[in-house]
T-cell receptor
Framework: AQSVTQLDSQVPVFEEAPVELRCNYSSSVSVYLFWYVQYPNQGLQLLLKYLSGSTLVKGINGFEAEFNKSQTSFHLRKPSVHISDTAEYFCASYENNQGGKLIFGQGTELSVKP | ETGVTQSPTHLIKTRGQQVTLRCSSQSGHNTVSWYQQALGQGPQFIFQYYREEENGRGNFPPRFSGLQFPNYSSELNVNALELDDSALYLC????????????FGPGTRLLVL
Protein backbone atom coordinates (compact mmCIF):
# COMPACT_ATOMS: atom_id res chain seq x y z
CA ALA A 1 0.00 0.00 0.00
CA GLN A 2 1.09 3.52 -0.75
CA SER A 3 2.45 5.41 2.26
CA VAL A 4 4.67 8.34 3.19
CA THR A 5 6.76 8.63 6.35
CA GLN A 6 8.37 11.84 7.51
CA LEU A 7 11.10 10.80 9.87
CA ASP A 8 11.23 13.93 12.02
CA SER A 9 8.21 15.60 13.55
CA GLN A 10 10.19 18.67 14.61
CA VAL A 11 13.46 20.12 13.33
CA PRO A 12 14.92 23.13 15.16
CA VAL A 13 17.80 24.94 13.43
CA PHE A 14 19.59 28.24 13.69
CA GLU A 15 19.31 30.89 11.02
CA GLU A 16 21.76 30.48 8.11
CA ALA A 17 22.39 26.82 9.00
CA PRO A 18 21.69 24.04 6.48
CA VAL A 19 18.68 21.80 6.96
CA GLU A 20 17.43 18.45 5.72
CA LEU A 21 13.87 17.22 6.17
CA ARG A 22 13.59 13.50 5.62
CA CYS A 23 10.86 11.66 3.74
CA ASN A 24 10.52 7.98 2.86
CA TYR A 25 7.80 6.58 0.64
CA SER A 26 6.38 3.15 -0.01
CA SER A 27 4.88 2.17 -3.34
CA SER A 28 4.73 -0.87 -5.56
CA VAL A 29 4.63 1.18 -8.74
CA SER A 30 6.08 4.39 -10.09
CA VAL A 31 5.24 7.40 -8.01
CA TYR A 32 5.33 11.13 -8.28
CA LEU A 33 6.65 12.95 -5.21
CA PHE A 34 5.99 16.41 -3.81
CA TRP A 35 6.95 18.75 -1.01
CA TYR A 36 4.47 21.32 0.24
CA VAL A 37 4.88 24.07 2.84
CA GLN A 38 2.14 25.28 5.16
CA TYR A 39 2.50 28.55 7.04
CA PRO A 40 0.34 29.07 10.15
CA ASN A 41 -3.37 29.35 9.39
CA GLN A 42 -2.82 28.96 5.65
CA GLY A 43 -3.25 26.36 2.93
CA LEU A 44 -0.50 24.32 1.29
CA GLN A 45 1.99 25.84 -1.13
CA LEU A 46 3.82 23.63 -3.61
CA LEU A 47 7.60 23.81 -3.05
CA LEU A 48 8.78 21.30 -5.64
CA LYS A 49 7.89 18.06 -7.38
CA TYR A 50 9.52 15.02 -8.91
CA LEU A 51 7.71 13.49 -11.87
CA SER A 52 10.58 12.01 -13.90
CA GLY A 53 14.03 12.82 -15.24
CA SER A 54 16.78 14.32 -13.11
CA THR A 55 16.70 13.02 -9.56
CA LEU A 56 17.75 16.41 -8.17
CA VAL A 57 14.80 18.75 -8.19
CA LYS A 58 14.99 22.45 -7.46
CA GLY A 59 12.04 24.37 -6.08
CA ILE A 60 11.05 27.75 -4.81
CA ASN A 61 12.66 29.66 -1.94
CA GLY A 62 16.03 27.93 -2.45
CA PHE A 63 14.82 24.43 -1.57
CA GLU A 64 15.86 21.29 -3.42
CA ALA A 65 15.13 17.58 -3.05
CA GLU A 66 16.74 14.40 -4.27
CA PHE A 67 14.78 11.37 -5.42
CA ASN A 68 16.51 8.14 -4.43
CA LYS A 69 14.71 5.10 -5.81
CA SER A 70 16.91 2.51 -4.11
CA GLN A 71 16.44 4.16 -0.72
CA THR A 72 12.79 5.07 -1.48
CA SER A 73 13.53 8.54 -0.17
CA PHE A 74 12.83 12.11 -1.20
CA HIS A 75 14.64 14.34 1.30
CA LEU A 76 14.24 18.12 1.23
CA ARG A 77 17.29 20.34 1.71
CA LYS A 78 18.20 23.98 1.96
CA PRO A 79 21.81 25.16 2.37
CA SER A 80 20.98 28.21 4.48
CA VAL A 81 17.64 28.79 6.18
CA HIS A 82 15.94 32.03 7.12
CA ILE A 83 13.56 32.89 9.92
CA SER A 84 10.82 33.10 7.29
CA ASP A 85 11.25 29.38 6.51
CA THR A 86 9.62 28.53 9.83
CA ALA A 87 6.58 26.47 8.85
CA GLU A 88 5.16 22.95 8.56
CA TYR A 89 6.48 20.90 5.65
CA PHE A 90 4.62 17.98 4.08
CA CYS A 91 5.92 15.28 1.80
CA ALA A 92 3.35 13.64 -0.49
CA SER A 93 3.17 10.88 -3.08
CA TYR A 94 0.84 10.21 -6.00
CA GLU A 95 0.20 7.03 -7.96
CA ASN A 96 -1.64 6.86 -11.26
CA ASN A 97 -5.00 5.06 -11.32
CA GLN A 98 -5.62 5.67 -7.62
CA GLY A 99 -8.46 8.13 -8.01
CA GLY A 100 -6.34 11.27 -7.93
CA LYS A 101 -5.31 11.18 -4.30
CA LEU A 102 -2.16 12.57 -2.81
CA ILE A 103 -0.89 10.62 0.19
CA PHE A 104 0.67 12.92 2.78
CA GLY A 105 3.13 12.35 5.54
CA GLN A 106 2.45 13.59 9.07
CA GLY A 107 4.46 16.73 8.54
CA THR A 108 7.71 18.18 9.87
CA GLU A 109 7.69 21.40 11.85
CA LEU A 110 10.74 23.45 10.91
CA SER A 111 11.60 26.05 13.52
CA VAL A 112 14.35 28.52 12.58
CA LYS A 113 15.87 30.39 15.50
CA PRO A 114 17.94 33.59 15.36
CA GLU B 1 -3.99 34.50 -12.70
CA THR B 2 -6.37 33.79 -9.83
CA GLY B 3 -5.48 30.91 -7.55
CA VAL B 4 -7.78 28.51 -5.77
CA THR B 5 -10.28 30.28 -3.54
CA GLN B 6 -12.46 28.85 -0.79
CA SER B 7 -15.39 30.12 1.24
CA PRO B 8 -16.11 30.65 3.99
CA THR B 9 -12.79 30.99 5.80
CA HIS B 10 -14.20 29.91 9.15
CA LEU B 11 -17.40 28.18 10.23
CA ILE B 12 -18.90 27.04 13.51
CA LYS B 13 -21.63 24.40 13.54
CA THR B 14 -23.24 22.16 16.11
CA ARG B 15 -23.34 18.38 16.10
CA GLY B 16 -25.98 16.97 13.76
CA GLN B 17 -26.11 20.00 11.48
CA GLN B 18 -25.20 20.08 7.80
CA VAL B 19 -22.53 22.25 6.16
CA THR B 20 -21.58 23.27 2.62
CA LEU B 21 -18.10 24.45 1.73
CA ARG B 22 -17.25 26.05 -1.60
CA CYS B 23 -14.22 26.11 -3.86
CA SER B 24 -13.33 27.92 -7.06
CA SER B 25 -10.57 26.28 -9.05
CA GLN B 26 -7.56 28.04 -10.53
CA SER B 27 -8.05 29.39 -14.02
CA GLY B 28 -7.66 26.65 -16.65
CA HIS B 29 -7.99 23.82 -14.13
CA ASN B 30 -10.79 21.29 -14.55
CA THR B 31 -10.15 18.87 -11.70
CA VAL B 32 -10.93 19.55 -8.05
CA SER B 33 -9.90 17.51 -5.03
CA TRP B 34 -10.96 17.88 -1.39
CA TYR B 35 -8.89 17.04 1.69
CA GLN B 36 -9.51 17.07 5.44
CA GLN B 37 -6.67 18.15 7.69
CA ALA B 38 -7.17 17.48 11.39
CA LEU B 39 -5.08 19.46 13.84
CA GLY B 40 -1.47 18.30 13.83
CA GLN B 41 -2.01 15.85 10.97
CA GLY B 42 -1.33 15.67 7.28
CA PRO B 43 -4.22 16.17 4.86
CA GLN B 44 -6.44 13.16 4.12
CA PHE B 45 -8.01 12.73 0.66
CA ILE B 46 -11.81 12.90 0.64
CA PHE B 47 -12.60 12.78 -3.09
CA GLN B 48 -11.82 14.21 -6.52
CA TYR B 49 -14.13 15.56 -9.20
CA TYR B 50 -13.45 15.64 -12.92
CA ARG B 51 -15.99 16.75 -15.52
CA GLU B 52 -18.67 16.94 -12.84
CA GLU B 53 -18.22 13.28 -11.86
CA GLU B 54 -16.57 11.79 -8.78
CA ASN B 55 -13.24 10.42 -10.02
CA GLY B 56 -11.96 8.86 -6.81
CA ARG B 57 -12.81 8.67 -3.13
CA GLY B 58 -10.90 8.18 0.11
CA ASN B 59 -12.04 6.46 3.30
CA PHE B 60 -14.82 8.85 4.22
CA PRO B 61 -18.46 7.91 4.91
CA PRO B 62 -21.28 8.75 2.48
CA ARG B 63 -22.35 11.73 4.58
CA PHE B 64 -19.43 13.46 2.88
CA SER B 65 -20.61 14.32 -0.62
CA GLY B 66 -19.66 16.74 -3.33
CA LEU B 67 -20.56 18.46 -6.53
CA GLN B 68 -18.67 19.98 -9.41
CA PHE B 69 -20.28 22.59 -11.61
CA PRO B 70 -19.79 23.32 -15.35
CA ASN B 71 -17.43 26.19 -14.48
CA TYR B 72 -15.32 23.62 -12.52
CA SER B 73 -16.11 25.13 -9.12
CA SER B 74 -17.03 22.64 -6.44
CA GLU B 75 -18.90 22.11 -3.20
CA LEU B 76 -18.24 19.78 -0.30
CA ASN B 77 -21.31 18.85 1.74
CA VAL B 78 -21.16 17.16 5.12
CA ASN B 79 -24.36 15.89 6.74
CA ALA B 80 -24.98 14.90 10.35
CA LEU B 81 -21.86 16.68 11.61
CA GLU B 82 -19.81 14.97 14.29
CA LEU B 83 -17.29 16.50 16.69
CA ASP B 84 -14.47 14.71 14.82
CA ASP B 85 -15.39 16.58 11.65
CA SER B 86 -13.71 19.66 13.15
CA ALA B 87 -10.77 20.28 10.82
CA LEU B 88 -9.30 22.42 8.07
CA TYR B 89 -10.91 21.50 4.75
CA LEU B 90 -8.66 22.07 1.78
CA CYS B 91 -9.59 22.24 -1.86
CA UNK B 92 -7.04 21.70 -4.62
CA UNK B 93 -7.27 22.06 -8.38
CA UNK B 94 -5.27 20.53 -11.23
CA UNK B 95 -4.64 21.13 -14.90
CA UNK B 96 -6.24 18.86 -17.51
CA UNK B 97 -2.83 17.46 -18.48
CA UNK B 98 -1.52 16.79 -15.00
CA UNK B 99 -3.92 15.88 -12.23
CA UNK B 100 -0.99 14.75 -10.09
CA UNK B 101 0.11 18.34 -9.45
CA UNK B 102 -2.47 19.87 -7.14
CA UNK B 103 -2.62 23.51 -6.14
CA PHE B 104 -4.29 24.23 -2.84
CA GLY B 105 -6.56 26.95 -1.61
CA PRO B 106 -6.34 28.61 1.82
CA GLY B 107 -8.86 26.21 3.38
CA THR B 108 -12.02 26.47 5.45
CA ARG B 109 -11.66 25.98 9.20
CA LEU B 110 -14.72 24.08 10.51
CA LEU B 111 -15.42 23.80 14.21
CA VAL B 112 -18.20 21.43 15.33
CA LEU B 113 -19.50 21.98 18.86
Amino acid sequence: AQSVTQLDSQVPVFEEAPVELRCNYSSSVSVYLFWYVQYPNQGLQLLLKYLSGSTLVKGINGFEAEFNKSQTSFHLRKPSVHISDTAEYFCASYENNQGGKLIFGQGTELSVKP
Amino acid sequence: ETGVTQSPTHLIKTRGQQVTLRCSSQSGHNTVSWYQQALGQGPQFIFQYYREEENGRGNFPPRFSGLQFPNYSSELNVNALELDDSALYLCASSEPTGTETQYFGPGTRLLVL
